[in-house]
């Protein structure tokens, strides 16, 4: 069972509509999840944290849901440059401590 | 301008040729990385060092050699590579500190790989 999975999509939507991404992880003793946003050709780089308590970053809201091991990204009125790819991260205690499993990512593409 | 700077951005290389992958930070940061990323693959973690001493070598086959000469410096030896190990292989950074750590990779735009 892959550690981090995701739906690769993609997700085809108009401005201004709200997507959600989901992902699960398969170890239960994972302490720390994030979102990265990669752009086409592009680095990955880090969207926001996500919280146990669900947390909110203007248009963006993620959420933790660990009794089912799974995380959420919420984006509302979509823009044409929120197109790229999200990847669903999660610290993985298996390893030192310093390093992240990434999922495969889903592919989000906004259109006029 | 990203603080991680890898070099080449593109690489061409026969299956026995050496060759070597370079990446820079410029963030001050303790802790460095190679990811390789393939098509329809996650980003695999390949090594990690933390202050320059190896935390972690991921089931990595041997011609792949990562040299850290220090905090800032990162380097991937590549030498009879084989087709498949073709892809991006991304350098990145963060800061730890007492094992806590906030996520945040600083990644450089890779190192595209061909190998023929």
């Known amino acids: 069972r892959k550690e981090v999975e995701q739906d690769p999509g993609p997700f085809n939507v108009p401005e201004g509509a709200t997507v959600a991404f989901n992902c699960t992880y398969s170890?239960?003793?994972?302490?720390?999840f994030f979102w990265y946003r990669q752009d086409c050709r592009k680095e990955p780089k880090l969207l926001m944290s996500v919280y146990s308590s669900g947390n909110e970053d203007g248009r963006f809201t993620a959420q933790l849901n660990r009794a089912s091991q799974y995380i959420s990204l919420l984006i509302r009125d979509s823009k044409l440059s929120d197109s790229a790819t999200y990847l669903c991260?999660?610290?993985?205690?298996?390893?030192?401590?310093?390093?992240?499993?990434f999922g495969k990512g889903t592919s989000l593409l906004v259109t006029p | 301008e990203t603080g991680v700077t890898q070099t080449p951005r593109h690489l061409v290389m026969g299956m026995t040729n050496k060759k070597s992958l370079k990446c820079e930070q410029h963030?001050?940061?303790?802790?460095m990385y190679w990811y390789k990323q393939s098509a329809k693959k996650p980003l695999e973690l390949m090594f990690v060092?933390?202050?320059?001493?190896?935390?972690e070598n991921n089931s990595v086959p041997s011609r792949f050699s990562p040299e850290c000469p220090n905090s800032s410096h990162l380097f991937l030896h590549l030498h009879t590579l084989q087709p498949e190990d073709s892809a991006l292989y991304l350098c990145?950074?963060?800061?730890?500190?007492?094992?806590?750590?906030?996520?945040?990779?600083?990644f450089g735009e890779g190192s595209r790989l061909t190998v023929l």
């Open positions: 170890n239960s003793a994972s302490q720390s």
């Open positions: 060092y933390n202050f320059k001493e190896q935390t």
């Open positions: 963030l001050g940061h303790n802790a």
């Open positions: 990145a950074s963060s800061q730890e500190s007492s094992g806590a750590n906030t996520g945040e990779l600083f």
């Open positions: 991260v999660v610290k993985g205690v298996a390893n030192s401590g310093y390093a992240l499993n």
